[in-house]
């Protein structure tokens, strides 16, 4: 098969972090198809903008034909010029038909933003072959939750009127969210579509784990009891409740926390971190993905929180809960939506969103376990992992589901 799949923020691991579709796509290709990965030339994620002088550029990446599509830079992710991006990008993947000799079988149109959707509906009528469309977050409700944005605000009533068409449109939804077929408008008229296509990891890049540099290394305590957080630190993540429950147990001198990330957030936890006086909480800058599981080794317990919003109600599909279950550790997971991993793969414990008391509670039953229970715990979430996050395993599923379309 041709494939051609259109996110606006995918990213390889040359300029960025790689993104899910980097991943499925390469593993696509390694199985003899052909796959067109169209991304924007520059976005907020991107660690290496591409510098290009024409409106599209194809570079090959790992046998991937890496389609970058010129877009304006920008200083950061508030910034006007990222919405401007959103319909510059939808425009120039609707001409790509004039660069691409190659005709698809299919077409995959990966949102956020919805816009995407236009530009690929476009495509598809052209090259009449099947088109799917992805929805990696639900844009406009995350940013009427989250953002709190008006229902009535311009951009996200033209959002929704996207969206709507194009969950009318699409030959098949996909989601990374394990419960967005529960959404209503997918619910009540096109569950059918749906099929789930998780967030996951390339096993033989979590297994290379090289040496971590040594002012990280030295940066994290010994001798003490580590719980560790590796990853963004937005609102969204609930760190501010990991804070506050290593202020609750900042006189048990045997407990460390280490918090790893970078941004806004990051430095507004150091500065409550000060006035509290909390010298049991260490923060270290943002480290590359490769040191990620050597990282996770040194800790002996991983934290992820959300916070308590209905919109989880679809369930939560993170890239760090595949990579935190990988490396065998057990977690705690603070959340309070639909499909808690953690509890069905019995990979440590789960607590209530937002709740530091139960956080705290569940570090010190976790500290009190015998070395024996907490690796069998780790053991428990690396098998679910593997079964179930491999991106092999997830590539071949999903090109069933492709071939089973057209």
């Given at each position: ?237 609930a760190l501010n409740i990991l804070l506050q429950s290593a202020e609750l147990l900042k006189n048990d001198k045997s407990i460390s926390f ?90 440590g414990i789960s607590v209530p969103a937002e709740d530091f008391i139960k956080v705290k509670q569940a570090v010190l ?42």
């Amino acid at each position: 098969m041709i494939i051609y799949i259109i996110n606006q923020y995918a990213s390889n691991t040359a300029v960025g972090d790689g993104s899910k579709y980097y991943y499925i796509a390469k593993e696509l290709v390694k199985m003899g198809h052909e796959v067109y990965l169209v991304s924007a030339s520059f976005t907020h994620y991107v660690h290496t903008p591409i510098n290009q002088k024409g409106n599209v550029y194809i570079k090959l990446v790992n046998g991937i034909n890496h389609v970058y599509i010129r877009t304006l830079n920008y200083n950061n992710k508030t910034s006007f010029k990222r919405v401007l991006n959103w319909f510059l990008f939808t425009y120039r993947v609707s001409n790509l038909y004039k660069f691409i000799s190659r005709v698809p079988n299919i077409i995959i149109a990966s949102s956020p933003p919805p816009f995407v959707f236009l530009g690929a509906y476009y495509l598809a009528k052209k090259f009449k072959v099947k088109l799917f469309f992805e929805i990696r977050d639900f844009w406009p409700l995350t940013l009427i939750k989250f953002g709190n944005y008006s229902v009535w605000n311009p951009l996200i009533i033209l959002m929704q009127l996207v969206e709507n068409f194009a969950l009318k449109k699409s030959d098949a939804i996909l989601s990374s969210l394990p419960f967005a077929n529960e959404y209503k408008n997918i619910r009540n008229q096109y569950k059918e579509k749906y099929y789930h296509l998780p967030n996951g990891f390339d096993k033989n890049e979590l297994l290379s784990k090289p040496k971590i540099p040594r002012n990280i290394c030295s940066a994290i305590p010994k001798g003490k009891f580590i719980v560790g957080y590796v990853g963004s630190c937005g609102s969204i993540n609930a760190l501010n409740i990991l804070l506050q429950s290593a202020e609750l147990l900042k006189n048990d001198k045997s407990i460390s926390f280490v918090i790893i990330g970078r941004g806004k957030g990051l430095n507004e936890l150091k500065s409550e971190a000060e006035k509290k006086k909390l010298i049991n909480i260490i923060f270290i800058n943002h480290i590359k993905k490769e040191y990620i599981q050597s990282v996770l080794k040194l800790f002996d317990v991983c934290y992820i929180g959300w916070q308590n919003k209905s919109l989880y109600n679809f369930g939560v599909s993170p890239q760090k809960l595949p990579e935190y279950l990988f490396s065998g550790k057990p977690i705690i997971h603070s959340y309070s939506g639909k499909g808690c991993v953690v509890k069905e793969a019995e990979a440590g414990i789960s607590v209530p969103a937002e709740d530091f008391i139960k956080v705290k509670q569940a570090v010190l039953k976790l500290k009190g376990m015998s070395v024996a229970q907490r690796v069998r715990l780790g053991k428990n979430g690396r098998n679910y992992s593997i079964k179930n996050y491999d991106y092999k395993k997830i590539a071949i599923d999903f090109e069933k589901f492709m071939k089973s379309k057209i």
